[in-house]
């Protein structure tokens, strides 16, 4: 299989590593638009096991032509793309005929087109196959399938640095030079009811043994869970984003001060988002260093009816910055996921047609050879059952 990844920043070199170190792998190829990002990410990479087998290549993927050709010299492409180039890469991987599996997901105003030009042509795209969205929604399926009926689902997710600085206690462990921050509001279901919520609301604290207390708050329950027939009829539903406490209250803040629009405003002449300002701005205080370590914490609790008892589903990760590869918890659990699905897809035992989510085909078998190679990179997933009271 020759396996191509589109990105080679925090993530790209990541996804590589899987490829170069599978049997079924033949070759890999790193592309980047930028010269100096591929020569960051080879230096990354001097040294490990199976650098043979990797070519770093420059590609531009507005160039059309040399961008589809690239595409079509390999099995299956993983894009660690940010979210404005995310349809560009998608568009060339139907015009080349060749599966794609994107980390992330692209801008909702693209998802209608997107979802249309990839059945139309018959190509095989999934969206959000890193650790949220992606784990979280695969292992949600999971536990909600294990149950007869299910009442409420609760996701917590988030990647946090080891040790918090000020000014936010976070550092930028995904999406290049952008804080992960939204004004938008998210969603949850209440009382059986997909419903807005308000980003950053209801910070709830939660403790991770070995880490001591965080805090939880709404972002945004995927509301495409609610078309699987396992989740169906769900009474109460979060997808809640893990930081260390006091992050909800300071980005609130900045929410509330307009610093999270995407729309320009004039200073001054010069036309301006107030979001770009603020990534700029912070960007050297929220930068992840060398000597930086993060940590990525996962929480999913489900509830319903099993063998006719009241029962609770649970499971829970917990994983730290690798000292021995060098790489980040946050590039494991999310570059590393994606690769293993990709060369599930490569090897053709995951099939699809149009642009799906890696819940709708990551299922049976594949849920458990996915879970089974993330074990034996130390990507560890703990389950809990219990019967709850009725009273």
Not at 84 to 89: H, K, N
Not at 278 to 298: C, S, W
Not at 327 to 335: D, E, Y
Not at 359 to 378: K, M, S
Request: net charge negative.
């Amino acid at each position: 299989m020759k396996f191509l990844v589109l990105g080679s920043g925090l993530m790209g070199p990541a996804a590589a590593y899987i490829g170069m170190q599978a049997d079924d792998v033949t070759a890999v190829t790193l592309a980047d638009r930028s010269p100096e990002q591929l020569a960051v990410a080879e230096k990354r990479l001097a040294g490990l096991p199976g650098l043979d087998k990797v070519t770093f290549t420059e590609i531009d993927l507005a160039d059309r032509l040399e961008a589809v050709a690239l595409m079509a010299q390999h099995d299956v492409v993983l894009a660690a793309l940010p979210p404005e180039i995310i349809p560009l890469g998608m568009r060339t991987a139907i015009a080349a005929r060749r599966p794609l599996v994107d980390l992330s997901t692209p801008p909702l105003t693209e998802l209608d087109a997107l979802e249309s030009e990839a059945a139309e042509a018959g190509a095989f795209l999934l969206r959000g196959c890193g650790v949220e969205p992606g784990l979280t929604e695969i292992w949600a399926r999971r536990l909600a399938e294990e149950l007869d009926s299910i009442d409420s689902l609760h996701i917590k997710c988030g990647g946090i640095p080891a040790a918090p600085t000020p000014p936010l206690g976070y550092k930028i462990v995904f999406g290049g030079r952008r804080l992960p921050l939204r004004d938008i509001d998210g969603h949850a279901v209440k009382e059986g009811e997909l419903v807005q919520v308000a980003r950053y609301s209801e910070a709830e604290p939660i403790t991770f043994e070995g880490v001591g207390e965080v805090e939880a708050w709404h972002e945004n329950f995927m509301p495409w869970l609610l078309e699987l027939d396992c989740l169906k009829g769900l009474g109460s539903g979060s997808q809640k984003t893990i930081r260390w406490p006091g992050y909800a209250a300071k980005v609130t803040l900045l929410k509330e001060m307009g610093l999270l629009s995407s729309e320009p405003i004039d200073i001054d002449g010069a036309s301006i988002a107030p979001k770009h300002f603020l990534d700029v701005l912070l960007y050297p205080k929220v930068r992840f260093d060398e000597t930086d370590r993060d940590i990525t914490l996962v929480r999913l609790d489900a509830e319903g009816r099993q063998n006719g008892s009241l029962t609770r589903l649970s499971v829970e990760m917990i994983d730290r910055f690798d000292e021995a590869l060098g790489f980040t918890s946050m590039a494991r659990t999310t570059a590393m996921t994606g690769a293993i699905i990709a060369r599930m897809v490569g090897r053709g035992e995951i099939r699809g047609s149009g642009l799906l989510t890696p819940e709708q085909v990551v299922t049976g078998p594949h849920f458990d050879r996915l879970l089974q190679e993330l074990a034996d990179i130390g990507v560890v997933f703990r389950r809990t059952r219990e019967e709850v009271s009725n009273e």
